[in-house]
């Protein structure tokens, strides 16, 4: 055994517990999500309690899908209107490239929920799924945890719009080349975060797609 053998592994860094006390919540709005306020009691490191209000989104569990066509090499995207999006962008880039999302039903698995999705949104039943990543993508304002999917699925059947119409969805899906979607990533045009994420994952990825759906 060598010296460096010997050596203890030094810690992986990550997320930790954190020395709070949460009352609440209080019912601020009641829309298409639940808005509430917190009262946050929360140790400041050096022996004080620090009291802080916060304004939380309760987005809940919600599920995405980066759906893949291996035979065509392609990922299946979409592309709706969103309006922070035009608040924060403008008209000129408020309608998105996005991957297939949607929030998961109470009683609901994710898997369950990103093959419903899939077929509410680009039109196909998946065959494989495989997830890769669960994140909190705004945890400064909203409690949503997102379970993102790899999914094999057969483009050709694509239908030219889908979505659900007793939601008012106006979804238009499309096929892209693998290579065009990360040229898309590198060149900044798309600024959908879930949309991001999954590519970046892709690229990183991208030799072990087969073997992934094979299992």
Do not use: K
């Not at 962008?89 to 898997?111: D, H, K, N, Q, T």
Request: aromatic residues 4%; charged residues 25%; glycine residues 12%.
């Amino acid at each position: 055994m060598t010296v460096n053998d010997a050596l203890p592994a030094p810690p992986v860094p990550g997320d930790g517990p954190a020395d709070v006390e949460v009352e609440g919540p209080t019912l601020i709005g009641a829309g298409y999500r639940p808005y509430e306020r917190y009262a946050v009691h929360l140790a400041d490191g050096a022996g004080q309690m620090i009291r802080q209000s916060r304004d939380i989104l309760r987005g809940g569990r919600v599920v995405g899908v980066l759906a893949y066509d291996a035979g065509r090499d392609q990922v299946v995207l979409v592309r709706q209107f969103r309006l922070p999006a035009y608040l924060a962008l403008g008209r000129a880039r408020s309608e998105l490239m996005e991957i297939v999302a949607g929030g998961v039903e109470p009683g609901e698995a994710e898997e369950e929920a990103a093959r419903r999705e899939c077929l509410e949104e680009i039109g196909l039943v998946p065959g494989r799924m495989v997830p890769f990543m669960t994140l909190l993508p705004t945890p400064g304002i909203t409690d949503e945890q997102a379970t993102l999917f790899l999914a094999q699925v057969d483009a050709g059947g694509l239908p030219e719009r889908a979505g659900l119409a007793e939601e008012d969805e106006v979804i238009r899906p499309l096929a892209l080349g693998v290579d065009d979607a990360l040229a898309m990533l590198a060149a900044g045009r798309c600024a959908n975060g879930y949309l991001i994420i999954a590519l970046q994952w892709l690229a990183l990825n991208r030799p072990r797609l087969s073997e992934l759906l094979a299992g």
